[in-house]
């Protein structure tokens, strides 16, 4: 390697020419300013923000889907009002079909229509309950009617049963039956079916009247009176 000012050989590891003092290897200035970003790092960090923010909004959905929010009071009661007006409509039907069939004397079988209406006001009355009830269990009602929408589905699993019961007994009544027969082998089981509706839609009754909505509740069961009484 020579001095590139006075022009004299020196070895390759030397850094100053002896002769005049000239460095021997160019001197490297450190870069002035921040180096750029590479764009590889930039693309980096923006897809890491967006995975981000998507993250983000699915944990937000997810907790407003785990944990909906209670109604305002009054929705929630429009709402009950909406989903339980079928099922007021359940005694009085019964009442009706049941006073048809009785309308048969002595001999007379209770015949196939009467056992039929029967069977499709029963069918209906189910239908009616089962519809309230998924109503209802997809409401979150407000705080302070927890236990009121504890006791109106309750009372809705009440009525489900005694539809189910009663529907069993008119499956096994055949066209030919007297009423008479009928009352000697069902009177016992009916009543008690019966006393249960009752029963049910005074615990109904009992958990609207908190709502304000006892109104709801029909007229005929002031008729059928206290369900002990059955």
């Not at 590139?4 to 001197?27: E, I, M, S, W």
């Not at 009706?96 to 069977?119: H, K, L, P």
């Not at 409401?139 to 009525?159: F, G, I, N, R, T």
């Not at 066209?175 to 249960?196: K, L, M, N, Q």
């Amino acid at each position: 390697m020579f001095c590139r000012n006075c022009g004299k050989q020196h070895d390759d590891g030397a850094g100053f020419c002896d002769g005049c003092g000239t460095p021997l290897k160019p001197v490297v200035e450190a870069p002035v300013g921040t180096p750029a970003t590479p764009k590889s790092s930039k693309r980096g960090l923006f897809i890491a923000l967006a995975v981000g923010i998507v993250v983000l909004v699915g944990v937000l959905v997810a907790v407003f889907v785990l944990f909906p929010r209670p109604m305002d009071d009054a929705k929630y009661e429009a709402q009950v009002s909406d989903s339980l007006a079928d099922v007021m409509d359940i005694p009085e039907d019964i009442y009706t079909v049941m006073d048809d069939a009785g309308n048969t004397y002595g001999d007379q079988g209770i015949g196939s229509e009467n056992i039929a209406a029967f069977q499709d006001t029963l069918a209906r009355s189910s239908s009616a309950i089962e519809s309230a009830k998924a109503d209802l269990d997809g409401l979150v009602p407000p705080k302070d009617y927890e236990k009121q929408h504890e006791d109106l589905l309750a009372s809705l699993d009440q009525l489900l049963e005694v539809t189910g019961s009663l529907s069993e007994m008119v499956s096994r009544i055949k066209p030919e039956d007297t009423a008479g027969e009928i009352s000697s082998e069902y009177e016992e089981r009916f009543f008690g079916d019966v006393r249960d509706g009752v029963r049910a839609y005074a615990d109904m009754g009992s958990a609207l009247g908190d709502l304000g909505l006892g109104d709801l509740l029909p007229a005929i069961l002031d008729e059928l009176g206290n369900p002990e009484d059955f």
